[in-house]
């Protein structure tokens, strides 16, 4: 069993930056594919960006044009979400997952584990 714990969300205008943070525990991340989603009101949770388990190869939405980094310490057993030029549209929960596995995954039902989200809300 792997928990994840989400941090570091919060107020932000638009434009500014967030670093969310993902504490794991129970098990290391060495062996699991790490994402990020998103959850905003009304709408089903999407992909938002992904990592494999050294860091070498990481994946993101195309919506995000290169303003999101997904970035991971496995000696911490932390990943992290650097996200700049925030949009509006970005507001959501945002969520931790891990995956079983050694390659890059965007959909949902292929991550075992998630966090409870930590919110992000970008003020225009």
């Known amino acids: 069993q792997v928990q994840l714990v989400e941090s570091g969300g919060g107020l932000v205008q638009a434009g500014g930056s967030l670093r969310l943070s993902c504490a794991a525990s129970?098990?290391?991340?060495?062996?699991?594919?790490m994402g990020w989603f998103r959850q905003a009101p009304g709408k089903e949770r999407e992909f938002v960006a992904t990592i494999n388990w050294s860091g070498s190869n990481t994946g993101n939405a195309d919506f995000l044009k290169g303003r999101f980094t997904i970035i991971r310490d496995n000696a911490k057993n932390t990943v992290y979400l650097q996200m700049n030029r925030l949009k509006p549209e970005d507001t959501a929960v945002y969520f931790c997952a891990a995956a079983y596995g050694s390659t890059l995954y965007t959909a949902l039902d292929r991550y075992s584990y998630w966090g409870q989200g930590t919110q992000v809300t970008v003020s225009s």
């Open positions: 129970g098990r290391t991340i060495t062996t699991y594919v």
